[in-house]
Structure formats: structure tokens, C-alpha cells
């Protein structure tokens, strides 16, 4: 979804686009440990079950799209 978003730049400034991207995924990474770390100390475990296969999911995402450019 972020390389969508930053199609046109990924094109034209591929340093920032790329930059950018990295702290979106970085920011929303931390912000979902932080719920699930919330919820464990609360003793709720099944919102964290959640998150941790979103986690998964956007781990796999993110290595499925990974394509480094061949010469």
C-alpha cells in the first residue's frame, strides 16, 4: 500500500520515496507493538493474537514485493 501511494515518486525521487516509506512502516510497526504490549499487560490476548498475524502478513508482503534491480 505505501509503494502505491508513492508510486509517482518512487519514479522521480526514489531516496525520499523510499525514505519515507521505511518511517510509515517503521512508525506503524512500533505503534502496533505498543497495542499489543498495552494489551498483554492488561491480560487481553486475543487483540494481540490479531496483531501479531497482521505483523505477519505485512512481513510477507513487504518481502514478496522486495524486487532490487538487476543490471
Known sequence: MIGWALRRWQRKY???ALA????????????LVAW??????????????????VLAALSLRVI????PRRR
Open 36 to 53: 499489543i504490549l498495552r494489551d498483554l499487560s492488561r491480560g487481553q490476548i486475543l487483540r494481540p493474537s490479531i496483531a501479531v498475524v
Open 14 to 16: 526514489p531516496g525520499p
Open 20 to 31: 519515507i516509506g521505511l518511517t510509515l512502516l517503521v512508525a506503524g510497526v512500533v505503534a
Open 64 to 67: 514478496v514485493s522486495f524486487q
